[in-house]
């Protein structure tokens, strides 16, 4: 491979060029700007994505309540309720 030292040459057509194909902004015709209607559906999404903003990812008082149960002891997991959990949750997968 042969590399040659006429890089500032391309630079320099590449820009040459890319000055030629800018446009200027058109000028507005009587004065008529664009408008943009947004839909009842869209802006009640709008209001649920902003509720939803709001709301903590965690819910502290229910982390906090699990944590002060196994600080004491009495936090206690069945194994059985969790391995149903886990088969309910793969099989749901399949379907």
């Known amino acids: 491979m042969k590399i040659w030292g006429d890089i500032q040459k391309v630079s320099g057509v590449y820009n040459k060029h890319s000055r030629v194909n800018r446009t200027e902004k058109p000028v507005s015709v009587n004065g008529k700007k664009d408008t943009v209607s947004i839909s009842g559906e869209a802006k009640d999404f709008q209001t649920v994505m902003r ?14 309540a699990l944590a002060e149960k196994y600080r004491s002891g009495s936090y206690t997991v069945s194994g059985k309720e969790t391995a149903d959990k886990i088969i309910k949750s793969v099989l749901d997968k399949r379907i």
């Open 51 to 64: 509720a939803l903003k709001d709301v903590p990812d965690v819910r502290r008082d229910k982390v906090d």
